[in-house]
């Protein structure tokens, strides 16, 4: 089962409706999603969950040659959802010391991820960033 598939039943099963019901019933993952959050009052709990099911280990990640090369890539600033941590553990397991900040828009969480080199270089070109690395 994919990751997209077993975050769907997960919600439906979570619900209490049966793993055929958006298929017969036409239902897309956005109304089930906005049903779980209404249910539910929030979507933190799924958000626990996704990032206990999709965590991936270092030593994972340490042979992923994706993560790697994306590590390599040297984005200055990266913004990322908080359904999982592996991204930011790449950076971590591949050396690259990261700062974190948070913030919410409609009531979902966002990261993004400050690599240490450069929130020295970022912050001396903007007032809003000096605030935010320190």
């Known amino acids: 089962m994919s990751a997209w598939t077993c975050l769907i039943h997960h919600m439906l099963m979570d619900l209490g409706l049966p793993s055929s019901f958006a298929a017969a019933n036409g239902t897309t993952y956005q109304k089930i999603a906005e049903y779980y959050r209404l249910k539910h009052g929030s979507l933190s709990q799924l958000v626990d969950w996704m990032k206990r099911e999709w965590q991936i ?61 450069s929130c020295m270089a970022l912050s001396r070109r903007s007032p809003a960033l000096t605030s935010a690395a320190s």
């Open 57 to 117: 280990s270092p030593a994972q990640l340490k042979n992923s040659e994706l993560h790697r090369l994306i590590v390599e890539l040297d984005f200055p600033l990266v913004y990322t959802t908080i359904y999982d941590s592996n991204l930011e553990m790449s950076y971590e397991t591949f050396g690259r010391p990261i700062g974190r900040r948070r913030f919410e828009m409609g009531g979902i969480g966002f990261e993004f991820l400050l690599l240490e080199w």
